[in-house]
């Protein structure tokens, strides 16, 4: 449409032509921002002849929010070293006591350092007193929970779930959803794919994955191109494996790399797109973080060792 074509449905009421002045305010249509009515009586009258322009205008404005890259990851930075928070989850903690999560080398700077001054064990970041149990770290949790923090939410639903519970599993995940936690989204896209808690619903499982991946959820983003793929629009496929890659996302990678070899993506394309993963990978690495990792990954063999 037209910059001199939308002013003028912008101007006067799309129905019944009469022009916005002081004494009628018109009002944009709600879904795609068009065209504008005097009143409901207009904009119901007009609904047969605007329905089809206003339905490809908001899958257009659908698409822009789906397919622009989001900053980071879902997960966003370290509270406490402010870098970005690796997607291998195993690499970070969460806090119960806050809901923070802490990268792994934070989380091992401060408990080095509290062994080594014989201090009291405490969050890294807000300094609560670490769990004792994990009756305590459960408490901690509900009080995260009753006080409306959707990760902390994210959890419980995640623990009922993992308990055969997916009914009030469903309840949580909705709950942190309807707050912004792309992980719910993810979630609960999953459950319904599966039908566990809910009914099968295919439109459902769509909507949480795209609201997911628009919230930075690499995950469902590298899923959402594996969908496209599957039903032949290789573009919009391997713009989702790009946004993916371009997080750090490695199986999205493979995906372009895939793509490239069967001569869907060129060679400079892709070459962006390596770079644009090493870059996010590279920006998650700190010599904090992979001593933490080192130092884990020994005491890990130790105690296999141990076990033998």
Not at 80 to 88: E, G, Q, R, T
Not at 109 to 121: G, P, S
Not at 261 to 286: E, I, M, P, W, Y
Request: with cysteine; charged share 30%.
């Amino acid at each position: 449409m037209s910059t001199d074509t939308e002013g003028r449905n912008k101007a006067c009421c799309a129905a019944c032509g009469i022009a916005g002045v002081d004494d009628i305010k018109l009002k944009d249509c709600s879904a795609c921002k068009l065209v504008r009515y005097c009143g409901v009586k207009c904009q119901r009258e007009h609904r047969a002849q605007h329905k089809k322009e206003c339905k490809k205008r908001m899958t257009e404005l659908r698409d822009e929010m789906l397919f622009k890259p989001p900053e980071s990851t879902n997960l966003g930075d370290c509270p406490i070293c402010c870098l970005p928070l690796p997607i291998d989850h195993t690499k970070s903690t969460i806090m119960s006591c806050c809901s923070k999560i802490v990268c792994i080398g934070c989380d091992y700077a401060n408990t080095r350092r509290e062994l080594e001054e014989k201090l009291d064990q405490k969050c890294p970041f807000c300094r609560h007193p670490s769990p004792k149990s994990e009756e305590e770290w459960d408490r901690n949790l509900l009080k995260r929970v009753e006080a409306n923090d959707p990760l902390a939410m994210r959890q419980l639903g995640g623990r009922r779930r993992n308990e055969g519970d997916n009914d009030i599993a469903v309840e949580y995940f909705k709950k942190a959803a309807e707050l912004g936690n792309a992980d719910a989204h993810f979630d609960l896209s999953l459950l319904f794919e599966k039908g566990e808690g809910v009914e099968k619903d295919k439109k459902k499982e769509l909507h949480h994955l795209e609201q997911a991946a628009i919230g930075g959820h690499t995950y469902a983003r590298h899923n959402l191109g594996c969908l496209e793929g599957k039903s032949g629009r290789m573009d919009r496929a391997v713009t989702h494996w790009i946004i993916a890659a371009n997080l750090g996302y490695d199986k999205s990678l493979e995906s372009l790399k895939k793509s490239y070899r069967v001569g869907l993506f060129s060679n400079k394309d892709l070459a962006a797109a390596l770079r644009g993963h090493q870059a996010a990978a590279d920006a998650t690495k700190s010599p904090q973080r992979e001593e933490a990792f080192a130092a884990r990954q020994e005491a890990e063999a130790a105690k296999a060792a141990r076990s033998n």
